[in-house]
């Protein structure tokens, strides 16, 4: 994705981001103004099937609160490649159980320096802390954590 096919509400944070050096900085720049805007949230991840087949960018863009994993994970996506920060082929989406019955996707960044780096924008309200991942039981937190709250 180009900045040039962005909805224009998206440009200005891709900018931001382009002018950051590192990529890791740049991912966690990333997450914390999408996290500002969006969140998980397990219960409606069962209670909203109508939102996950979303595909446009403006209609997600101009929703608020609740997002599922997969929405959050290619708003982020989007974000750093269009910064030029990443190209696809280094952002791998990787996929996990919660829980043991419930699907969670995560995203693992392929940095210069050859570390990875793991990103649950989904499951930072609830605790996951940056760099880290939902999965099996290690889901974080049963209610949204008080620290992470919006």
């Keep these: 994705m180009t900045l040039e096919n962005l909805p224009e509400e998206i440009k200005s944070l891709v900018n931001e981001i382009a002018q950051i050096e590192d990529q890791q900085t740049a991912v966690r720049y990333a997450y914390d103004a999408l996290s500002k805007k969006y969140r998980g949230f397990r219960l409606f991840t069962f209670l909203r099937p ?63 320096n050859g570390a990875t780096l793991s990103v649950d924008l989904w499951g930072k309200v609830y605790g996951i802390p940056f760099g880290k991942y939902a999965s099996g039981l290690h889901s974080g937190s049963i209610l949204k954590s008080e620290k992470n709250k919006q």
């Design 50 to 112: 109508d939102r996950f087949f979303i595909t446009n960018l403006s209609v997600l863009w101009k929703k608020t609160g609740f997002l599922h994993c997969n929405h959050l994970n290619y708003l982020l996506r989007t974000i750093l490649v269009a910064s030029k920060k990443f190209s696809p082929e280094n952002i791998e989406a990787r996929w996990t159980q919660i829980w043991f019955f419930s699907p969670h996707q995560y995203l693992v960044f392929h940095l210069k």
